[in-house]
């Protein structure tokens, strides 16, 4: 997921320090869990991926969720297993700190249910160069009508316009559906939903888009409908947020057993 050494990365406690002190940041994680509270059901499972420190898998065990996590950090996974310590204990929260390629080869979660919601928040996917072994992933330890919420890096941010590589990426942007810049940990891919749309098939359908704040209004909280394909005002409002929530569906055995070579 990234090529940086451990020691040029941001981790474990000084980590969380760095995430809870703008109040974007926090605005945008509570948004994020908000709606992860309205899609699960009660005694729903949730699997982690890109856990972090375990901050929100600790929120989701408070609420009642089993919860399997996954964090290819190691100074991440030791802060989770201390911050969730009484709910690993109790079985409640399960941990996995495999590099990504072990991960990706594992058939199971962690647990031995199904997840019936993927979360990942904070932009996990965007440290990924290929997402369509992710999706595979998760295509196979979810249950059937599993969904993924995933918190990814608006391209259309009105905030980066002010930078150059912003502007030097822009034709890779419409021409490739997507670039990539080092960030100051990891190099950083920026996606059009249209990018995201075709690496989750056939394993998943995207189906809506949210805004990554609090709703404040009534079309926030439904969200942008892209399941018959997206619409033009989704770049408008998508804008003046710095991600986005998108929500993927997965799609029946059929639809996987009909790609190219399944």
Known sequence: M???????????????????????DRRAR??????VMRLLSPGATVFDFGAGPGLDARLYAEHGYLVAAYDVDPRMCEFFADHCREFIEGGVITLSCDSYQDF?????????RSADLVTSNFAPLNLIDDLRPLFAKFHRITSPGGKILASVLSP????????????????????????SVQGTQAAIVRRQLTNYAAQSAPYFALRRVFRGLPAQAPRDVAGID?????PPSAALRLSTCQFMFLLFEKRNPEAVGARPGG
């Open 2 to 24: 990234s090529t940086r050494t451990a020691a040029d990365r941001v981790t474990g406690a000084r980590y969380v320090e760095q995430i809870t002190a703008l109040d974007s």
């Open 30 to 35: 509570a948004a994020f869990v908000s709606l």
């Open 104 to 112: 990706l080869a594992c058939d199971t979660s962690g647990i031995d």
């Open 156 to 179: 259309f941010f009105l905030g980066d316009l002010k930078y150059g590589w912003w502007w030097r990426n822009l034709p890779r942007l419409w021409r490739d559906g997507q670039f």
């Open 226 to 230: 892209v399941s018959a394909g997206i």
